[in-house]
């Protein structure tokens, strides 16, 4: 586990912010529309995509919300993120694009 995944489980033990899977994930995906909120706000929904402006605070919230989930679920953010790179770098090697098409 990642010193940043410790640091979650931490304030959530502090603070007593124990939420079953479904509402980390339902934070999760909160969180994440208000990072798509700002970004349709700063390019004019997509109309300027080199105008796109996240804010720290929102990406800040989906992380610690992405790690929360992770954390509840008992799932290595470390481990699950070298896994996704092996995946990626396959992909790449294989067919020369990162998708899974």
Do not use: C, W
């Not at 640091?7 to 939420?19: C, D, N, T, Y």
């Amino acid at each position: 586990m990642n010193r940043q995944q410790r640091r979650v489980a931490s304030f959530i033990e502090q603070h007593g912010l124990h939420a079953p899977p479904e509402y980390r994930l339902l934070d999760l995906v909160s969180e994440v529309g208000e990072l798509a909120k700002d970004a349709n706000a700063s390019t004019g929904y997509g109309n300027a995509a080199e105008d796109l402006t996240l804010s720290e605070d929102e990406v800040g919230d989906a992380l610690f919300a992405l790690l929360a989930l992770a954390e509840r679920q008992g799932i290595d953010a470390d481990e699950a993120l070298q896994t996704s790179l092996e995946k990626y770098e396959n992909r790449l090697a294989d067919a020369d694009t990162p998708s899974s098409e």
